[in-house]
């Protein structure tokens, strides 16, 4: 799918973070967690940062923004956990997922909404 050059971006790293995603399904141990961790910290920031007055214009659309919030915080936390090397295979189900409903639904909606905050 072809995104707007506003979001396109973020829709790059989220290649990054599927493939993360499957190591982490599988099992498998990430030698390099804790700074794939760290960018994902601050690619979940810079979302938060664009996003957030682009949906405070109606209540669905801040309902969007607060999951996107709880999201990144729920992730932040197994990532934490799997960089212990604890529920790898939770940790990597979370964050496929948390991409899925960016790419499908909010990516979506903020471009239907036609204003984004630049970097």
């Known amino acids: 799918m072809k995104r707007s050059d506003e979001l396109i ?7 990054s973070a599927l493939r993360l995603a499957r190591q982490l399904e599988r099992g498998e ?11 994902l910290l601050t690619h979940f920031a810079e979302e938060e940062r664009r996003f957030a007055d682009v949906l405070d214009t109606t209540p669905g659309d801040r309902a969007l923004y607060t999951r996107l919030k709880r999201e990144h915080a729920d992730l932040e936390q197994a990532l934490r956990q799997a960089v212990r090397g604890l529920g790898l295979a939770r940790a990597g189900e979370l964050l496929a997922a948390h991409v ?5 639904e909010l990516f979506e909606r903020i471009e239907a909404l036609g204003a984004l905050v630049e970097i």
């Open 9 to 15: 971006d973020l829709s790059r790293e989220h290649h």
């Open 29 to 39: 141990r990430v030698p390099d967690l804790d700074r794939q961790l760290d960018t």
């Open 100 to 104: 899925r409903f960016e790419e499908r």
